[in-house]
């Protein structure tokens, strides 16, 4: 199944943060020096005092807070953020520390159009404190995945990842730190191949040209 028509035009980009939105700075700059043809249209955060609106609205971008905790349920939570994803006519859904499970409403809207950044080695250390999951295993080399967002939790195909050493002094924050210099890598080239069409996917497995 291909992902993308390589005819549709300029990839208009939904984010979706709860923190900081490192990542979608990272999908900014690119955008913004030329290695990747996208536009970021939109950015919604469940948290209304997230710095991710601040920054969206310092690069005069429509930012949204849509809280959980005003709408009678969590579908009419969903059904708020699809309308406000489809006002402004986004073709792809960046997932970006994004703390919250989308379910099959956000899913059928945006069906093979939802991608996750996620800071391990999946489907190694799924859910949160991934980077703390790893440190308290013991592995070697962690890392992280970008994926298609399916009904599971960091379950969906794997799109593109990165390996990062575990080292022997490290701990839960200098490993996150490392780590999330990868994700700034990783995420900007995963929504360049989807921009240029070059995803396909075979059952679990993500091909690209």
């Given at each position: 199944?291909?992902?993308?028509?390589?005819?549709?035009?300029?990839?208009?980009?939904?984010?979706?943060?709860?923190?900081?939105g490192s990542n979608l700075q990272a999908i900014l700059d690119a955008t913004l020096d030329g290695r990747l043809e996208a536009e970021v249209a939109v950015v919604i955060s469940d948290n209304p005092n997230a710095y991710v609106l601040e920054r969206a609205r310092m690069n005069n971008i429509p930012a949204f807070a849509v809280e959980?905790?005003?709408?009678?349920?969590?579908?009419?939570?969903?059904?708020?953020?699809?309308?406000?994803?489809?006002?402004?006519?986004?073709?792809?859904?960046?997932?970006?520390?994004?703390?919250?499970?989308?379910?099959?409403?956000?899913?059928?809207?945006f069906p093979n159009r939802m991608i996750n950044i996620h800071p391990s080695l999946l489907p190694s250390f799924q859910g949160l404190h991934a980077q703390g999951q790893a440190l308290e295993y013991g592995v070697r080399f962690s890392g992280c995945t970008v994926?298609?967002?399916?009904?599971?939790?960091?379950?969906?195909?794997?799109?593109?990842?990165?390996?990062?050493?575990v080292l022997q002094d490290?701990?839960?924050?200098?490993?996150?730190?490392?780590?999330?210099?990868?994700?700034?890598?990783?995420?900007?080239?995963?929504?360049?191949?989807?921009?240029?069409?070059?995803?396909?996917?075979?059952?679990?497995?993500?091909?690209?040209?």
């Open positions: 199944m291909e992902v993308r028509d390589n005819h549709w035009g300029l990839l208009k980009i939904g984010v979706l943060a709860s923190g900081r959980l905790g005003g709408k009678p349920s969590k579908q009419a939570y969903e059904e708020e953020i699809v309308r406000v994803l489809r006002e402004h006519e986004v073709g792809l859904v960046c997932l970006a520390g994004y703390m919250r499970i989308v379910t099959p409403v956000m899913l059928k809207a994926h298609f967002v399916d009904e599971g939790v960091d379950t969906g195909p794997i799109i593109i990842q990165a390996v990062v050493p490290d701990t839960e924050d200098t490993l996150s730190a490392r780590i999330l210099e990868q994700e700034h890598r990783i995420y900007v080239e995963a929504v360049r191949l989807y921009a240029q069409g070059k995803l396909t996917i075979k059952g679990r497995r993500v091909f690209y040209e």
